[in-house]
């Protein structure tokens, strides 16, 4: 997100990047809900780098943006804006937030001399990203939700949030509710 002005040229602009996997979603979900929500027409399109991007320009929205507690420039850190604390909104943001940077995938375990089994079709909850500070805080919010993750941990300054206990999973779907991050279904003739 950035603001650029100067005594010729205003210029307001947040950008969304996503996988190409995600174009569906944006274009049928994310673009045509910001679309609507502030009489604007942001741009969505895949690009060179294999990947989606939406831009929306507008002061409106990046006044919005900045409103909630998203500052503008490069995020070294950051943390849930106070506005989404206050306002009981914790569950959306949570589930945006899962949206943009989780996912769930099927783990195996091998065969080791320590287990009896090996284990299969088991669900893992992943939630990644660099913002040491807010990834702490939905690691608490989600505590207070009722939901048992794994310990927070970190690697390369990337840090990771995984739920990998198969009841905690199912409660983490069941309160914050997450649309599905997979292609929509084909279409049959």
């Not at 809900?33 to 969505?44: E, K, M, P, Q, Y």
Request: net charge positive; charged share 25%.
């Amino acid at each position: 997100m950035y603001r650029y002005v100067s005594e010729t040229n205003r210029s307001y602009q947040v950008a969304f990047t996503a996988s190409p996997k995600e174009y569906w979603y944006y274009d049928s979900f994310v673009k045509p809900t910001i679309d609507s929500a502030f009489s604007v027409n942001g741009r969505l399109y895949l690009r060179s780098d294999n990947t989606t991007r939406l831009h929306v320009s507008s002061k409106r929205f990046v006044d919005f943006m900045e409103w909630i507690g998203l500052p503008v420039g490069k995020k070294h850190d950051a943390s849930i804006p106070e506005v989404i604390l206050k306002r009981g909104l914790v569950v959306p943001f949570i589930r945006g937030l899962y949206h943009a940077e989780g996912s769930i995938y099927r783990r195996y375990s091998k065969m080791y001399n320590t287990h009896r089994m090996v284990y299969s079709n088991l669900l893992v909850i992943q939630i990644r990203m660099k913002l040491k500070t807010l990834m702490s805080q939905i690691r608490d919010e989600i505590v207070k939700l009722g939901i048992i993750p794994n310990r927070l941990t970190e690697k390369d300054g990337v840090y990771t949030l995984r739920i990998t206990r198969q009841n905690e999973i199912r409660h983490f779907l069941d309160v914050i509710q997450p649309r599905y991050k997979l292609s929509p279904p084909p279409i049959t003739l």
